[in-house]
């Protein structure tokens, strides 16, 4: 649910905050509001963030946080990508580093 590249973005985003304006992230990641607000529905539906929309003189301003269930499951996914990238610095199975064995 968080690997894609702009999901992962969100919510990496999210994590050290309580909440961002939707157009800050909008403009960090360099997408459209439309493609921004498809990414944070599937969040949404998965439980992992919410959009809080507050009025803001004539305009309305838009929030995007991480649920607790949204940091767990980052968390997760960060860890398990660390496992990953610890396994590509392990010497090989025969103990040597590196060599590629003719690829």
């Known amino acids: 649910m968080i ?3 702009n999901r992962l973005q969100i ?3 999210l994590a050290p ?3 961002l304006a939707f157009s800050v992230v909008r403009d960090a990641l ?7 607000s ?13 959009l809080r929309k507050e009025p803001l003189n004539s305009r309305v301003r838009a929030w ?11 968390t997760g996914h960060l860890e398990a ?4 990238a610890d396994l590509a610095r392990q010497p090989g199975i025969d103990g ?5 064995g003719g690829v």
Do not use: F
Request: with cysteine; proline share 4%; charged share 20%.
């Open 81 to 84: 990508l660390r496992r990953i």
């Open 3 to 5: 690997h894609p590249v």
């Open 17 to 19: 905050v309580d909440s």
């Open 96 to 100: 040597t580093a590196g060599e590629s």
């Open 38 to 50: 498809k990414q944070v529905k599937i969040l949404q539906d998965a439980g992992y963030a919410t």
């Open 64 to 74: 995007i946080a991480l649920t607790p269930a949204g940091r767990t499951a980052l």
């Open 11 to 13: 919510c990496s985003m």
């Open 30 to 36: 360099g997408v459209s509001d439309s493609v921004l």
